[in-house]
């Protein structure tokens, strides 16, 4: 790590939950009663995200975010992938559940790059009523949320 005391995120093994069949059109998988850390997730694909077919899968990684210095972490990583692997021409909606248990003032999201480095991914929207927030890509992904529960 170039900076020792960041946050980082030291992965562990990815499990797929669910995958279909997208293109042109684009598509919306939903994971439900799956009793794994991805229950709840939905991702819109637009139309005109793609230029071709491909698998789209969504799971989850057992690893951890490490050292972090504020606030509380999900403790959820959730992975998006596809096949062949592409990067999509209108942003991608990934609306996630988390717990009705936090309070958070802040939602922060972030992806982890291949050497477990965390970057800020844009968050699209915010709904506290039913504790959803949703982030946008246009790429594979794997990421997570910090909450920030004080200022």
Not at 27 to 56: Q, R, Y
Not at 95 to 117: A, C, E, F, L, N
Not at 126 to 139: A, I, P, R
């Amino acid at each position: 790590m170039s900076n020792p005391s960041a946050a980082y995120f030291q992965p562990g093994h990815t499990t797929i939950v669910k995958s279909i069949k997208v293109g042109e059109q684009g598509g919306v998988l939903k994971v439900t009663d799956t009793g794994t850390p991805a229950d709840g997730t939905v991702i819109d694909i637009p139309k005109g995200a793609l230029s071709k077919d491909v698998t789209l899968s969504f799971g989850y990684n057992d690893g951890k975010v490490e050292n972090i210095s504020e606030g509380k972490s999900s403790d959820i990583i959730l992975v998006l992938s596809t096949e062949p692997s592409i990067s999509f021409q209108q942003p991608v909606k990934v609306t996630v559940q988390y717990s009705s248990s936090i309070k958070p003032i802040v939602i922060v999201g972030y992806s982890s790059d291949d050497k477990g480095r965390l970057h800020l991914i844009d968050m699209g929207s915010w709904d506290k009523k039913h504790n959803q927030v949703t982030f946008m890509t246009f790429q594979p992904i794997m990421f997570t949320w910090i909450y920030s529960l004080s200022y």
